[in-house]
């Protein structure tokens, strides 16, 4: 059984940029989450996948935007990049929507983004 | 909205003793859930203990164990027979009973176990 694999795992981007990260879902979960983390704070939730489509946003602009692929792999794609999207961004993959039900999400190690 | 506040931005421990860990929050629900999870070097988040808020038992799991106090909507974890591999930053993390997609995160705390 396979977790959750990120790419890249750092990048570095100038601001006004795009970007986009990846998330592989652990095997047999078809729900995936994203979370940014900045530097000393916990995880802020930006949105969620189910099926190839979005179930759920967090306070996030437009410009963070989603996609899912049949197979549940999933990128987020920043546009316009801003000084302060520098953080962590973390993938979380779990079978189905009731997260809880299934015992939780499985995290991936991230992608650690900095933009100068 | 909710909030989940943890107070202690670091703590210290020796090996084999024990330490406890705060978090409060903030609901006006009724029915939801919390975790705690540890984030390693590595930076994936682990899954460390949850607690249902039905439930008045308190979890436990292994040398993790957490104080759930409804009421005064606070959740501490214990972690007794402190092992250097224990070191890690630790999230307090909610989830809402009614939309059980969304885990709402402490800033954490540090904690080092020290031989």
């Known amino acids: 059984e396979t977790g959750v694999t990120q790419s890249p795992t750092h990048l570095i981007k100038t601001r006004g940029q795009q970007v986009t990260l990846r998330c592989s879902s652990q095997s047999g979960h078809n729900t995936v989450s994203w979370y940014q983390q900045a530097l000393g704070q916990g995880p802020q939730f930006i949105f969620q996948?189910?099926?190839?489509?979005?179930?759920g946003r967090g306070n996030f602009p437009p410009r963070f935007s989603g996609l899912q692929f049949p197979n549940y792999s999933s990128e987020l794609n920043v546009n316009a990049l801003e000084l302060d999207d520098s953080a962590l961004y973390l993938c979380a993959s779990s079978l189905g929507t009731w997260t809880v039900d299934n015992y939780g999400y499985t995290f991936g190690s991230g992608t650690r983004l900095t933009v100068v | 909205a909710q909030t989940v506040t943890q107070s202690q931005p670091e703590m210290s421990v020796q090996e084999a003793e024990t330490v406890t860990l705060s978090c409060t929050y903030d609901?006006?629900?009724?029915?939801?859930?919390l975790f705690w999870y540890k984030q390693p070097p590595s930076r994936q988040m682990i899954l460390v203990i949850r607690q249902e808020a039905y439930k008045q038992q308190n979890a436990t799991e292994n040398r993790f164990s957490v104080n759930f106090q409804k009421a005064a909507k606070s959740f501490s974890l214990k972690i007794s027979d402190s092992q250097l591999g224990d070191t890690a930053m630790y999230f307090c993390?909610?989830?809402?009973?009614?939309?059980?997609?969304?885990?709402?995160f402490g800033k954490g705390t540090l904690l080092t176990v020290n031989p």
């Open positions: 996948y189910y099926r190839e489509e979005e179930n």
């Open positions: 609901t006006s629900e009724n029915n939801y859930y």
């Open positions: 993390a909610f989830m809402s009973g009614g939309s059980n997609y969304k885990l709402t």
